[in-house]
């Protein structure tokens, strides 16, 4: 059974660092993985997808990594700034089922 | 302007009720879901379909239902056997299981 777990749950830094939120699943057999942004209250929004055979994806500030054989994924945020306070959430697709597997999140806090 | 919409943002329901929420999507998608979120939890999923007059029960469908008369409509009723239904409750759609997934931005139900 596929497991997804976020590390840390809550991370607050100052204003204009750079930082990494891990995301790790127990089956390696996945289609895509995706990350996705939650305001408190709203929505998700989808920041970066990344199919099997990938091993990144990058949107402005944002990067992910995708390591399949070592079940992980890396989001990486460049000059954190204060908009960027949200929760961020990972999720893979499994291959053999049309299922989607969601991480419970890391609650990003960025101090100005 | 192509998204999905929930509707309504806030539902109240009392005790032995059914209630229905809203979920319309004009991206012209193929497939539509119903997740839950509950506090410090990942999103867990309760229905889902991958085409019209089709769906499918995912890990928590008990106390659910579902129609799909539309491709762009997927509503969800509450039913009075779901004994717990206070959450946030998201719907989203994608071209294919295996594409990006787009989110609505959620109805928040509570028991009354």
């Known amino acids: 059974k596929q497991e997804v777990t976020q590390i840390p749950a809550a991370l607050s830094v100052p204003e204009g660092e750079n930082l990494v939120l891990n995301c790790s699943f127990t089956d390696s057999a996945i289609y895509n993985l995706q990350w996705f942004r939650q305001d408190p209250g709203k929505g998700l929004t989808s920041l970066l997808l990344?199919?099997?055979?990938?091993r990144e994806q990058t949107s402005g500030r944002l990067n992910a990594s995708l390591d399949k054989s070592s079940g992980r994924s890396t989001l990486y945020i460049a000059a954190s700034q204060p908009g960027d306070s949200a929760t961020y959430l990972c999720?893979?697709?499994?291959?053999?089922?049309?299922?989607?597997?969601f991480g419970a999140g890391t609650r990003l806090f960025v101090k100005a | 302007d192509g998204g999905i919409t929930q509707s309504p943002k806030y539902l109240f329901r009392k005790e032995g009720q059914n209630v229905t929420l809203s979920c319309e999507q004009n991206l012209n998608h193929d497939a539509m879901y119903w997740y839950r979120q509950d506090p410090g939890q990942g999103l867990r999923l309760i229905y889902y379909?991958?085409?019209?007059?089709?769906?499918q029960k995912g890990d928590i469908a008990e106390g659910y239902s579902v129609s799909r008369e539309k491709k762009e409509s997927f509503p969800l009723t509450v039913t009075s056997a779901q004994k717990n239904p206070t959450a946030f409750y998201l719907c989203a759609s994608s071209f294919t299981g295996t594409t990006e997934a787009f989110f609505g931005q959620g109805t928040r139900l509570t028991v009354v």
């Open positions: 999720a893979v697709f499994n291959t053999g089922g049309f299922k989607t597997i």
């Open positions: 990344i199919q099997s055979s990938q």
């Open positions: 379909s991958q085409i019209v007059n089709d769906f």
